[in-house]
């Protein structure tokens, strides 16, 4: 009776790490092909799209999405740019990334495909958020501002200016992840982004991190902070377990 019990035991984690493991998929839009990295628990399940930082997908998003996917969480690691953009090095990705971020409707467009693929796939279109890292970070911020069809947006160290004057009532719930000594991002940016905030109506949070410079949760990274790297990210599940399920 034990030895079937374990056979079961075996069998069950076995299964449950093949559905955490990540699947690279390709879809395509009117100007590429994208290859995004996909772990569906179940059909329906609470789902979590990432949005990568500006060289595109990386192994701090895949550590992230391996984490969620532990939790239960659907999870999408979206390849913004496409075959067409891929930046080679630091220089092109800040030309492509710019580009976005100048023009948010059409960085809300590549999240609106990769999300429509996501749904297709068993993302629960009703009950999905978004977090994204840096370049993400900013792309999570534009899609609460387009009032995009998540439940919650989380942006981590991201940037936070707003392209345009207008000024919409903010529905998905918002958190950000910023670090205290982000030299990328000034004092005036961070006034504006709250008056924002209070603006939109929004339910928002906005958590410092002391002693944490712009990429700070990067492994790769000179200034990663491993202490408040942890705490962030507990921070962002207990968001995520808060607007999810």
């Known amino acids: 009776m034990r030895n079937h019990l374990l056979i079961i035991s075996l069998i069950a984690s076995t299964f449950s790490s093949m559905a955490q493991e990540l699947k690279k998929i390709r879809y395509t839009d009117e100007l590429a092909t994208h290859e995004a990295e996909v772990s569906i628990q179940k059909q329906n399940?609470?789902?979590?799209?990432?949005?990568?930082?500006?060289?595109?997908?990386?192994?701090?998003?895949?550590?992230?999405?391996?984490?969620?996917?532990?939790?239960?969480?659907n999870v999408f690691i979206t390849d913004v740019y496409g075959n067409?953009?891929?930046?080679?090095?630091?220089?092109?990705?800040?030309?492509?990334?710019?580009?976005?971020?100048?023009?948010?409707?059409?960085?809300?467009?590549?999240?609106e495909i990769a999300v429509n693929?996501?749904?297709?796939?068993?993302?629960?279109?009703?009950?999905?958020?978004?977090?994204?890292?840096?370049?993400g970070g900013t792309g999570s911020l534009e899609a609460a501002r387009g009032n995009m069809n998540f439940k919650g947006v989380v942006s981590i160290h991201g940037s936070l200016k707003k392209v345009d004057a207008t000024?919409?009532?903010?529905?998905?719930?918002?958190?950000?992840i910023h670090p205290a000594e982000d030299a990328s991002v000034s004092k005036q940016d961070i006034d504006l982004f709250m008056d924002e905030m209070r603006k939109g109506?929004?339910?928002?949070?906005?958590?410092?991190?002391?002693?944490?410079?712009h990429t700070f949760t990067?492994?790769?990274?000179?200034?990663?902070?491993?202490?408040?790297?942890?705490?962030?990210?507990?921070?962002?599940?207990?968001?995520?377990?808060?607007v999810l399920k």
């Open 45 to 73: 399940a609470p789902s979590v799209l990432i949005l990568p930082a500006w060289m595109g997908i990386d192994d701090e998003a895949r550590t992230a999405a391996k984490d969620l996917a532990k939790e239960g969480y």
């Open 84 to 111: 067409t953009d891929t930046p080679k090095d630091m220089e092109a990705a800040k030309k492509i990334s710019s580009f976005y971020k100048e023009n948010p409707d059409k960085y809300r467009h590549k999240i």
């Open 117 to 135: 693929e996501f749904i297709k796939l068993g993302a629960n279109k009703n009950n999905t958020a978004v977090i994204g890292y840096c370049f």
């Open 167 to 176: 000024y919409n009532t903010i529905k998905p719930k918002v958190l950000v």
């Open 201 to 213: 109506k929004a339910d928002w949070q906005f958590f410092y991190y002391g002693n944490s410079k």
């Open 218 to 242: 990067n492994p790769q990274s000179k200034d990663y902070n491993a202490l408040m790297t942890e705490r962030a990210w507990k921070h962002v599940k207990l968001f995520l377990d808060e």
